[in-house]
T-cell receptor, first 115, second 112 residues
């Protein structure tokens, strides 16, 4: 079956531009996560959705970052007034449920470069 | 503070030369430990989940083990196609959902 998909795969933005990154999770998956991965580092947690509810946004680095999942499926991560330090790979992951031991399945990521 | 540390940062092996990657953790309330493989330009690919000390899982040339403080990913007779970054992640029970913290990974290169 289809895995997690993300678009665009690559995005170049000028400093100060707004960007929107899309995630299509595996159909029927309850949980959705966004991560930020800097070069040579592991993924860092940004935010978590259970269906349409955003239950944890403690990892969002600033109020310029905003995420939504209005119908409990597709999610969008928006970054306003992008800065150079926002350059990274943004990964989306989904899992079937929210319980212990549920495996998170990752998309290919969106590579964001802010000039 | 919960921590996940992977070692070595990078490992270069000759084809067929077996070795182990380490993931040590200092967390409370561990619900699971995950191993992922990540190829350049791709998202992490799930390999294993381990839940309790003493547990072992195998897949082809890979074997993952878990103790109370660390996990090992053993690679037996590796091939060049095993070259990738291997990520370890620990799952905690946080607010009723499975929050995951990743290590920085071990970059493995297998030379033909």
């Amino acid at each position: 079956g289809a895995g997690v998909s993300q678009s665009p795969r690559y995005k170049v933005a000028k400093r100060g531009q707004d960007v929107a990154l899309r995630c299509d999770p595996i159909s029927g998956h309850v949980s959705l996560f966004w991560y930020q991965q800097a070069l040579g580092q592991g993924p860092e947690f940004l935010t978590y959705f259970q269906n349409e509810a955003q239950l944890d946004k403690s990892g969002l680095p600033s109020d310029r970052f905003f995420a939504e999942r209005p119908e409990g499926s597709v999610s969008t991560l928006k970054i306003q007034r992008t800065q150079q330090e926002d350059s990274a790979v943004y990964l989306c992951a989904s899992s079937r449920d929210r319980g212990s031991g549920e495996t998170q399945y990752f998309g290919p990521g969106t590579r964001l470069l802010v000039l | 503070e919960d921590q996940v540390t992977q070692s070595p940062e990078a490992l270069r092996l000759q084809e067929g030369e077996s070795s182990s990657l380490n993931c040590s953790y200092t967390v409370s309330g561990l619900r699971g430990l995950f191993w992922y493989r990540q190829d350049p330009g791709k998202g992490p690919e799930f390999l294993f989940t381990l839940y309790s000390a003493g547990e072992e899982k195998e897949k082809e040339r890979l074997k993952a083990t878990l103790t109370k403080k660390e996990s090992f990913l053993h690679i037996t007779a590796p091939k060049p196609e095993d070259s990738a970054t291997y990520l370890c992640a620990v799952q905690l029970n946080s607010g009723g959902y499975q929050k995951v913290t990743f290590g920085t990974g071990t970059k493995l290169q297998v030379i033909p």
